[in-house]
């Protein structure tokens, strides 16, 4: 012991005067039965730019740099490299063998620089992103095994990690007490997993029994605690991902999340969260709702950015949870919670304090963190299940009370039922009398309503057929006059200005009256007959011609036709398609002032025909050029000019039924351009 003593005092000199510490002595009776722990012999250097190699960090000039540690290693949330200075001999009957354990298993990055003897290093690594079949050791802790000189030699590690916090306790073995020891922590990880799974068992058969979902949801959270005590005891790594280390950190993560939405879906069902407050189900709901976002991105290579967050995440909620059931308790006196929230306020107890400590260090005093999280796990499922037992209990005596309560209303029930069903019989019988004599009456109303509306389609029949009538009478008048006016036009008093000029008005009034009639008639056939499309090769740019030619009567010539060759040929209505066109240059002829010219342009855009219509008009109102294309809808601005208000809707109809369409592509007080656009054969086939 004394020895022990001045040494330790030796250590502490060196290191306060910036030397290199004293040598650890291991003795022949060191590491069987307790591990022998750094006492103030570990120095620690910081790295925060990863720019050093073991040559710099042994360097004379580097030594003044180490700062003394009295416990394990705490470096909190840091991505930085940490250098571990030691020095080390035996004695000289001791075993040269030794084994160096560094705890947790949540290390990401750990290098052991041993001397060879001749200047130089013998490099070491493992870590959890290493694969675990790589181990000289197989334990869920890092082991190194070490051959200690007698003579002082001194090792350096780096360490570092990506997530977890940074902390590490080192302690050395020899193997056969470290065998003994691994035997130990395994003993106790099998029973833990058997209790656990004892537990899930039992409560599987008590849902299939009892018919309750939350005994299955009781296993599912022992399954979820059990996974994440032995992930974050490393001894997932051990078991199911020895070949696979960069998804071990991942594994945890969405062990962690999947766990924390088990639990904190259970603690609000235990608790009946949304049937006290609401707004703490709520929150718990957002709870499972980050936990959820938070596995999804577990599952990604982003995993290392949201460790932080679940971890800071779960603690929150569980102060919360806690707070709440204290309120159920205390405020609201819920005591049928008691045996749970014990349960979980040791489990949230000890967890938080193992949480503080893994953060804190040795500024939280107490055992290992990893110890605390195993015992705090054990008791809480051990009460847990007690509270679980204990609400069958209790479901089934208030099932008993309940059942003779509803025994008594039955009996009760039973007496009122035989006056009330005789009172019930009158009231049917009188509903029966009234029920058929609404029945009589609805049926008379059905009778005159389909009458009605027998008088009023015969009605809508002879008004169309009065139109059809006496639109096919008017053509064999209109088409004498035309020919009257043209025979008057071509004769010798033709030649009179005065006579050309009403020979040109009377022509276009009948042009303009068989537009009107073409249009009334066209409109009635797409609305009564909706008849399929007559197709058949139509040459648009002849079609376009042919119409020029018409509207351009013996006067000069207002409208002018520009075909960018060649056009292709398409499939459609050829009537239908030459009223609309036909509709289109009118319109625009209407509108221009009559010494203004109106420009018609074709042209094979893609796999289908444009036609533009640019007339010189006024120009449409903002608010109006979507309406135009309604039925029977006139501007503003064509109150001047005649006209039914049918042309454009007609020619947006007929391009639609081709599969196309005609639309108000510009205006303004230059004018407007209206284009109508017919797609290929096939695109037609599958309108029509």
Known sequence: MLRRCLFACACLFALSAGTPAAALVLMPSDGLDDAVAFSGTLGMLRDPQDRWSVADVAAETRRGDFEQLEGPLQEGFSRDPVWLRFSLSRAPEAPARWLLRVRPSALNELTLYAPDGQGGFIQTVLGDRRPFAEREIPDHNFVFPIDVPTTASEYFLRLRNDGPPLRAELDFWQPEGFERQRTKDYTVVGLLLGAAVLSICMNLIFMVWLKDSLYGHYALYVLCSAAMTMARQGFMAEWFLDDHPARVAQAVLVVNCISNVVATAFMARIFGFRHHWVPAARFFDLVIVFNTAALLVALTDHHTAIARWVSAGSAASTLFGALFVCYLLIVRRQFQYLLAASAFSVGTVLGLYGLLKLWLGDLVPGARPDRIYMLGSLTHLILLNIAVADRTRRAERNYRVERERAMSIRIEAEQTLESTVVRRTAELARTNVALRDEIAQRGRLETQLLESLDVQRKAVEQQNEF?????????????????????????????????????????????????????????????????????????????????????????????????????????????????????????????????????????????????????????????????????????????AASGSGLGLHLSREIARRHGGDVTLVATGIAGSTFRLVLPTSERVAAAA
């Open 467 to 639: 139109v059809s009538m006496v639109s096919h009478e008017f053509r064999a008048p209109l088409a004498v006059i035309d020919a009257a006016a043209q025979s008057l036009d071509i004769s010798k008093s033709g030649t009179d200005p005065v006579v050309k000029l009403r020979t040109g008005r009377i022509r276009r009034s009948v042009q303009r009256l068989s537009m009107l009639i073409e249009n009334v008639l066209t409109a009635d056939r797409f609305q009564i007959e909706q008849r399929a499309l007559r197709l058949e090769p139509v040459d648009l740019a002849a079609l376009a011609r042919g119409l020029c030619e018409t509207f351009n009567l013996p006067e000069p010539a207002r409208l002018q036709l520009d075909a960018h060759l060649p056009i292709a040929e398409i499939r459609g209505d050829r009537l239908l398609i030459e009223i609309a066109l036909q509709n289109l240059m009118h319109n625009a002829l209407k509108y221009s002032p009559s010494e203004s010219c109106v420009r018609v342009s074709l042209r094979q855009v893609g796999e289908g025909v444009e036609i533009d219509v640019v007339d010189r008009g006024a120009g449409i109102a903002p608010a109006e050029r979507e309406r135009v294309f309604e039925k029977y809808f006139r501007a503003e601005t064509a109150t």
